[in-house]
């Protein structure tokens, strides 16, 4: 399985901007999809974004379309997670999850591979 390491969390006030990273070290066939999830504490982890390696696929939870964006660099094994507009209720520690597919269902239990998260902390 691949080593996923997240970065970029941080503190910043409503209305403001952060961008996460998630590299992906020995990628394979096993990181075909890369998704972010956040989960407050007491809470279940809830899907945020997903991607394919190519770009070709992606998909937004509604709560974050129209403000967040994910992207892909493969020359780096990276993706990215643009937040902008961000609201208090975004506040949550947001992981990298990787499968080797691609479905309409993202289950937090279908990912496989997981980074150890990072905090984002949204102040109003």
């Known amino acids: 399985q691949a080593q996923l390491v997240e970065s970029g969390g941080g503190l910043v006030q409503a209305g403001g901007s952060l961008r996460l990273s998630c590299a992906a070290f020995g990628r394979t066939f096993s990181t075909y999809a890369m998704a972010w999830f956040r989960q407050v504490s007491g809470k279940e982890r809830d899907f945020v974004a997903a991607i394919t390696w190519s770009g070709g696929s992606t998909r937004y939870a509604d709560s974050v379309k129209g403000r967040f964006t994910m992207t892909a660099d493969n020359a780096r094994n990276t993706v990215y997670l643009q937040m902008n507009s961000l609201k208090p209720e975004d506040t949550a520690l947001y992981y990298c999850?990787?499968?080797?597919?691609?479905?309409?269902?993202?289950?937090?239990?279908?990912?496989?591979?997981w980074g150890q998260g990072t905090q984002v902390t949204v102040s109003s």
């Open positions: 999850a990787a499968r080797p597919y691609w479905s309409a269902s993202f289950s937090p239990s279908t990912f496989r591979s």
